[in-house]
């Protein structure tokens, strides 16, 4: 294989803390990197880098892994922008509004749910995202589902199945009916295409009970857990998430002192989505308060048209230092590591010997700027596997 030397990085944040100053970030200055076609082969200080078959001078630019977009809606057709003003002119959000984005994506051909969906993904992917997560969830059929996450899998390997997103309108005199559909029959046709099981557990979508219901028949299919939890009001969705030991909890909005000490003392990651209580104007969570007590945090999109039709980590990262009193370098990391832990993932987010060669490089000395400046502070994004976004999907 061919080896790649990066040089003249300012500062180098590899999330290694192996690496460099020991701390959680694995930072290093004046710093080097080379690459295979595949994975960091070496990282250290510059002036002691061995040969490499090409070398590139970065002129004083900072690099960071790729973002991991751990939690994202990209399949769905159509627009809510009307709601939007809606909300912004006094109305809350109750979660109703799902069953319009269903209708759509239901009536959408596979072409255009391909098209729709790989446009977002480069969006992501020309922000730095270079590992997304992808759920399946507005169709609500078993053969809809399946077209869905079909879809996903032509932009990820990290698809979600989440068929328990809403009960369909043609279920509301019989829920339960849909949770046994969801659990039994929509299961056994997606689980083959996924590798996690979602689902949204809180106010006006499945209670407890229903959550578990599904998650276990899906953890029986071989299926990751994850779970949309506490994003509306206060509930157990967290401690559900715990009890199962699922990877992730997402949203975290409304946390109880035992939810926060569960978290804490578990493997399950709490994923915050800033942008869905930005696009929604509700109390954001407390990441210090999850920090300080030393729960694993992670930060994504949400990219959804509903609630967070958000494609640029970069201002999930802001929204976190601005409003949820996160540091630069918290955010940053929940963002990259984070990310990766919530996906169960060791190869990504982090830029370590082994890693996988996905980076970012900054127009900018240092990663803080990322929440220091308000824009775009992304130079180049270098992937692994081919152009950043790129998929089977034609533009
Ligand atoms: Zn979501």
């Given amino acids: 294989m061919t080896t ?17 100053d020991g701390s959680a970030m694995g930072r290093l200055t004046d710093a080097a990197l080379i690459l295979d076609e595949e994975a960091v082969v070496w990282v250290g200080p510059a002036e002691e880098a061995p040969a490499a078959d090409s070398a590139r001078d970065l002129g004083g630019r900072a690099v960071i892994p790729g973002f991991v977009d751990s939690h994202t809606h990209l399949v769905f057709a ?30 959408a051909s596979p072409e255009e749910l391909l098209v729709a969906a790989a446009g977002r993904q480069r969006l992501l992917a020309r922000g730095g995202v270079t590992t997304l997560e992808v759920k399946s969830g507005y169709e609500l059929t078993v053969e809809g589902e399946v077209r869905s996450l079909e879809v996903a899998a032509l932009l990820t390997e990290e698809v979600t199945f989440l068929g328990a997103h809403v009960v369909p309108a043609e279920f509301a005199q019989d829920r339960d009916a849909y949770v046994a559909l969801v659990a039994g029959e929509m299961l056994t046709a997606c689980a083959p295409r996924a590798r996690w099981a979602d689902v949204f557990c809180d106010t006006g979508a499945f209670s407890v009970d229903e959550a578990r219901t599904i998650l276990t028949a899906a953890r029986q299919h071989g299926l990751g857990l994850r779970l949309h939890g506490n994003q509306l009001g206060p509930g157990s969705g967290v401690a559900l998430a715990v009890e199962l030991q699922a990877a992730s909890v997402d949203h975290c909005t409304h946390l109880s002192d035992d939810d926060v000490a569960a978290l804490a003392g578990s493997a399950t990651v709490a994923t915050l989505l800033p942008g869905a209580e930005f696009f929604s104007g509700g109390p954001p969570p407390s990441a210090r308060r999850l920090l300080d007590a030393g729960a694993t945090v992670a930060l994504a999109t949400d990219c959804n048209p509903g609630t967070s039709y958000l494609t640029s980590m970069t201002t999930a990262l802001w929204l976190a230092v601005r409003e949820m009193q996160m540091t630069p370098d918290e955010a940053l990391w929940a963002a990259t590591a984070g990310g990766a832990r919530a996906l169960c993932r060791s190869d990504v987010g982090v830029l370590g010997v082994g890693a996988r060669a996905d980076l970012v490089i900054l127009d900018a000395p240092r990663a803080a700027h990322l929440a220091y400046r308000f824009g775009d502070v992304i130079e180049e994004v270098m992937t692994a596997h081919g152009p950043p976004g790129a998929s089977r999907v034609p533009a």
Wanted: net charge negative; charged share 30%.
């Fill in 78 to 107: 159509g627009e809510r922008s009307d709601e939007f003003e809606a909300r912004l002119a006094g109305r809350p959000y109750d979660g109703g509004g799902i069953g319009r984005t269903v209708a759509a994506t239901r009536a």
């Fill in 4 to 20: 790649r030397l990066l040089y003249g990085i300012s500062e180098l944040t590899t999330n290694d803390p192996t690496v460099g």
